[in-house]
């Protein structure tokens, strides 16, 4: 029998005065395990929604209801028109609670939404979900010191009724929130990875370089089959020429050789924000940021490897399994020491614990 949910919707004004109040007093948290928490869906209390119609965005809609209502014909479902973002809020080491990059996150959506043809979310608009979203969930925000975090899920979706191949006419964009754990239970430990050439994620002139879903399920065979194999993660080559690293499943390829930052450059790999962020914080520790192809041959010359993305931030890779051959890097399970520098600076960052220099923190009042 299909669940259905109730309509729970609680007006913006609402949520306005809940939040006022909230102002006068501390907020008392979820009754949760906090540093016991998998990366994985923990209900909270509400939801926020825009509706596109007639060439215009509504006002924002926040909601209880987990629930979506949506025509059979939507193209999201048939066509795959829909795009996500993933983003953190963490709160620091001072008390506040703070979003991270959220504007690199919002043009990231643009990016995605110019390439499958859904209408723009104004970053503006972006932020404002952001922040509504969390207000109205305060309480989920995890304490500082658990290494938890509150895990923002903006998503657009095409869901006007269409049965021909075209864009929808009415879309809906909502931000849901859940706090999370480590992506991977081991925490910041190293894993092995598996070069997978039966299977491909993307292809060439794609939309590999997107976040959108087809990206994802594309990806899921490969993603299988290296577990099957006892690999955590798969690696990806160049869907052309099988020669050039490309991306793990879940996350961009970074390396390092010598005080070299090494990232590949490719048409098919989704620009990581986290990568992007990590870059930064090497050039400014005096690496030389390279980004370029890099050849799977350049593989056995690297000091140290890392998967790195929103969920896990990096996560170090102690061997990659290429054609029969290991190739190892660092020492055994524990990560080598210019990604551990590189992990503890960002997640410092998002704390609090180090300075904020490159304006990364978007401050969310409660």
């Not at 809020?89 to 043009?107: C, L, M, P, S, Y």
């Not at 939404?113 to 209408?119: A, G, K, Q």
């Not at 997978?196 to 994802?216: F, I, L, Q, S, W």
Request: with cysteine.
């Amino acid at each position: 029998m299909r669940r259905i949910a109730p309509k729970i919707t609680v007006s913006v004004k609402g949520i306005r005065t809940r939040v006022k109040a909230m102002k006068t007093m501390k907020v008392e948290k979820a009754n949760l395990e906090w540093s016991e928490l998998p990366f994985g869906y923990v209900r909270t209390d509400f939801n926020v929604r825009y509706h596109f119609k007639d060439g215009r965005w509504s006002d924002a809609e926040v909601t209880a209801d987990e629930f979506l209502p949506m025509h059979m014909a939507a193209p999201c479902l048939h066509y795959g028109q829909e795009a996500f973002e993933g983003l953190k809020i963490f709160e620091t080491v001072d008390g506040r609670i703070v979003a991270f990059r959220v504007e690199e996150n919002a043009k990231r959506l643009q990016r995605s939404s110019e390439r499958i043809f859904t209408p723009l979310v104004p970053i503006e608009m972006f932020r404002e979900a952001i922040h509504r979203v969390v207000k109205a969930n305060a309480r989920f925000v995890p304490p500082y010191g658990t290494g938890a975090s509150l895990y923002a899920r903006p998503l657009i979706l095409g869901t006007g009724a269409r049965v021909g191949l075209g864009p929808a006419e009415e879309y809906v964009f909502l931000v849901f929130v859940t706090p999370v754990g480590p992506y991977y239970k081991g925490g910041f430990k190293a894993v092995k990875a598996l070069v997978v050439e039966e299977y491909d994620r993307a292809a060439p002139h794609g939309v590999g370089d997107c976040k959108v879903g087809g990206n994802y399920a594309a990806g899921l065979r490969g993603e299988i089959y290296g577990k099957q194999q006892g690999y955590p993660v798969v690696l990806y080559l160049d869907p052309r020429e099988k020669r050039f690293v490309d991306e793990f499943s879940t996350s961009n390829f970074i390396a390092i050789k010598g005080n070299s930052y090494i990232t590949p450059e490719s048409e098919s790999i989704l620009q990581s924000v986290t990568n992007k962020s990590l870059a930064q914080i090497a050039g400014d520790m005096g690496m030389k940021v390279e980004r370029r192809p890099v050849d799977i041959a350049e593989i056995e010359s690297f000091d140290e490897v890392g998967a790195v993305g929103t969920a896990a931030v990096i996560t170090p890779v102690n061997t990659i399994h290429f054609r029969g051959r290991d190739y190892t890097f660092g020492n055994g399970d524990q990560p080598g020491p210019v990604l551990t520098k590189l992990y503890d600076r960002l997640s410092k960052i998002r704390t609090g614990e180090a300075e904020d220099k490159f304006g990364w923190l978007d401050e969310i009042t409660i």
